[in-house]
């Protein structure tokens, strides 16, 4: 299996995962002047199983942390959980 690449695509308002030259999922956002909400995650159906979710959190997140002009509201489930089990990215809620 090939690497997941994340990119964001800010003229969508999302991150989005590529492999194999195939877009695989992404994480729609919304820009807010403190923090970017994410607000919905979605990955296809072939790619299910193979990381992709996981990878587009990471990568969200490490863009973020990179960025550090906003903190993070997890309004998707998914991100939301996925910081849960990932107490090293906590720091990014906003009012953590």
Same mark, same amino acid.
């Given at each position: 299996?090939?690497?997941? $690449?994340? &990119?964001?695509?800010?003229?969508?308002?999302?991150?989005? %995962?590529?492999? +194999?030259?195939?877009?695989? #999922?992404?994480?729609?956002?919304?820009?807010?002047?403190?923090?970017?909400?994410?607000?919905?995650?979605?990955?296809?159906?072939?790619? $299910?199983? &193979?990381?992709?979710?996981?990878?587009?959190?990471?990568? %969200?997140?490490? +863009?973020?942390?990179?960025? #550090?002009?906003?903190?993070?509201?997890?309004?998707?489930?998914?991100?939301?959980?996925?910081?849960?089990?990932?107490?090293?990215?906590?720091?990014?809620?906003?009012?953590?």
């Amino acid at each position: 299996m090939s690497d997941v $690449e994340v &990119r964001n695509n800010p003229d969508k308002s999302r991150y989005e %995962a590529w492999l +194999d030259g195939t877009l695989a #999922g992404f994480a729609e956002y919304q820009l807010r002047t403190e923090a970017i909400v994410f607000t919905h995650t979605e990955v296809s159906d072939e790619f $299910e199983g &193979r990381g992709v979710r996981g990878a587009l959190a990471r990568g %969200a997140l490490d +863009d973020v942390r990179a960025d #550090g002009t906003r903190s993070v509201e997890p309004r998707c489930p998914f991100i939301e959980g996925w910081i849960g089990k990932h107490p090293d990215y906590q720091d990014l809620v906003r009012g953590a």
